[in-house]
């Protein structure tokens, strides 16, 4: 049934305080999520996590779904669960030329739209995707390698939390200008000038999202959420071994924006076949102007480069990075890194890479270890963490490709180890492909051919320095440099912390200092912690500030003499 424009359902009005503590929230950087991370039965329902299991196993082995979604094509079964099944489903094809056309062609009414309709609409679709957590769970899972429990949360409330973040930014900085002003100038003799003006924030135009393989809904609903509210439609452009979890959310976008009164062409699936390569036609095209992209830094430089019509935010790849000093918690110290190298294989863009530690040893409460010692004191912790199998399945998850497996085999090639990675089975998935970290020991001088470039994965470095000073300044030119998302000190003087976070002020990173408890640096909060800087080579943009959001529209500007009896008034 089409509902008539009395008929539609006022989204903004449903979620109207939500908007509002999102806004407040942003400011305050507290601790607020509208999203519940446990995928609990007593918050969800107890039938959900059956439920969302059956849509998941529901959408296997057949053709993907998408009601009145333009079709050039058919793109075939290609995904394949690292855990080691084939998904078996199928998309429909949108080549660059007519996903682009159809995009803009439906976006008139949703350009028209006020910044309150369109924020209204997208946290209805936040909403439904919170409750379709489960099913998106399973479907994070299945594509990314992620663990069940790290799927849940980062596939769906984490990223949902991100994603009403970008909300909350788009919807309020299009409201920072009146929607109407009058101006009235005084003039030496008669009546003063008199002008009423019109203020209206415009989207630029086509937005096309170009997600990744490992976080395709949590790096990437910042940008589709930011340019939906700004007013313009998005073309999402999965990574093709990813394109599950993106398809459910364009399914439920467009049905909310269908139930809204809006063009459902307004939200896009643009999968590729497995021969093709369509983000840089997508994102070169003419027509589309804001590009999201998150991936290898080869690629990331060649969009700023060569998409010149768009807006183009970018997160890539750096060396993140550890210096340590001092702690009196070493114990901590080692389970927390532990832990950090362990989550999801290291296949995370915040995993800590590069550890710099004096070569001749840093105190500690268990006395001073050597970096030789704290290397083999590290191994042992990841063998603690990981010695039960249920546990390191749950922590870990898979090897998401081939590549990341080869990387671990080139980093043992170098003949330098100091804990090897251990092949573990992965108690419920036999096939799936399951590596514990490797710790390789190198030296600041001598190795930094090896340490400079992006292992990603689970590989980590633990690295020889002079001194601490010495490791400040490798961290200082390593992120100028090669760029990093995160980076870490671990010091109990406090001399020490203040040159570490000067440092990382100068480079460009966020930096966590002496953590050893349950917060781990390669996780961040929305609402509260910012992730990427656009102050280093890693990232030209950070989730979440007014930067990320402003470029995807203007402010556009009507004005008119008032008339005699209104200037008489004025």
């Known amino acids: 049934m089409t509902l008539t424009t009395d008929q539609h359902p006022d989204f903004f009005v449903r979620h109207a305080e939500l908007l509002d503590q999102a806004v407040a929230r942003a400011v305050d950087r507290g601790y607020w999520t509208p999203y519940p991370e446990t995928p609990s039965a007593s918050t969800y329902g107890a039938e959900a996590p059956d439920l969302g299991e059956a849509a998941f196993r529901g959408l296997l082995d057949h053709p993907f779904h998408l009601e009145g979604h333009p079709t050039t094509g058919t793109v075939p079964a ?125 989207g630029r135009g086509v937005a096309v999202l170009i997600a990744c393989n490992t976080f395709p809904t ?56 497995p021969e093709e390569r369509t983000a840089p036609a997508l994102a070169t095209h003419p027509d589309v102007r804001v590009v999201d992209f998150t991936g290898s830094s080869e690629f990331g430089d060649w969009l700023e480069t060569n998409a010149r019509q768009a807006v183009v935010h ?47 040893g840093f105190p500690t409460d268990h006395g001073r270890r050597t970096a030789d010692e704290f290397a083999a004191d590290l191994g042992a912790a990841l063998d603690k963490l990981l010695a039960d199998p249920a546990r390191a399945a749950a922590t870990l998850g898979a090897i998401v490709n081939d590549g990341v497996l080869k990387r671990v085999e080139e980093a043992a090639a170098l003949g330098r180890t100091a804990h090897a990675s251990r092949e573990l089975a992965h108690p419920d998935f036999q096939d799936a492909v399951v590596r514990s970290p490797l710790v390789v020991r190198l030296e600041a001088e001598a190795d930094q051919d090896t340490y400079t470039s992006e292992w990603f994965g689970p590989v980590c470095f633990v690295i020889g320095t002079d001194s601490t000073a010495h490791g400040l300044r490798l961290f200082h030119d390593c992120v100028r440099q090669h760029g990093a998302l995160t980076a870490s000190v671990y010091a109990t003087d406090e001399d020490v912390l203040t040159q570490a976070r000067t440092t990382a002020l ?21 609402f509260s912690d910012f992730h990427g800087t656009a102050a280093n080579p890693a990232a030209n943009a950070a989730l979440t500030d007014p930067a990320f959001v402003t470029g995807r529209f203007s402010v556009l500007q009507s004005r008119r003499h008032a008339t005699a009896e209104e200037q008489i008034h004025a």
């Open 506 to 526: 100068e480079a460009g990173v966020h930096l966590s200092e002496n953590l050893t408890a349950g917060v781990f640096v390669n996780q961040s909060a929305a």
């Open 78 to 202: 290609a995904e394949v669960s690292p855990y080691g099944f084939p998904l078996g489903v199928s998309y429909p094809a949108l080549v660059p030329e007519v996903a682009v056309a159809t995009a803009k062609a439906a976006a008139e009414a949703w350009r028209r739209a006020s910044p309150d309709t369109r924020a209204g609409v997208a946290a209805e679709i936040l909403a439904r995707l919170n409750a379709a957590s489960f099913e998106m769970a399973h479907a994070v899972q299945h594509t990314t390698g992620q663990p069940f429990m790290m799927a849940f949360q980062a596939g769906g409330p984490h990223a949902q939390d991100r994603g009403l973040e970008a909300v909350a930014y788009a919807w309020n900085e299009q409201k920072r200008h009146p929607v109407a002003a009058r101006w009235s100038k005084p003039q030496r003799k008669g009546g003063p000038l008199v002008m009423d003006k019109t203020f209206t924030p415009v």
């Open 218 to 273: 949590w790096n990437g609903y910042p940008g589709f959420f930011a340019s939906l509210v700004t007013g313009n439609p998005v073309v999402v452009k999965p990574h093709r071994r990813a394109v599950l979890p993106l398809a459910i959310t364009v399914r439920i976008a467009r049905e909310v924006l269908a139930e809204a009164g809006f063009d459902p062409d307004v939200v896009l699936l643009a999968a590729e076949k």
């Open 314 to 360: 970018t997160e890539k790849s750096g060396l993140n990075t550890v210096v340590v000093d001092s702690t009196d918690d070493y114990a901590g110290l080692l389970r927390n890194l532990a832990f950090s190298l362990s989550l999801y294989s290291g296949q995370m863009c915040t995993t800590p890479q590069n550890i710099l530690v004096p070569r001749d």
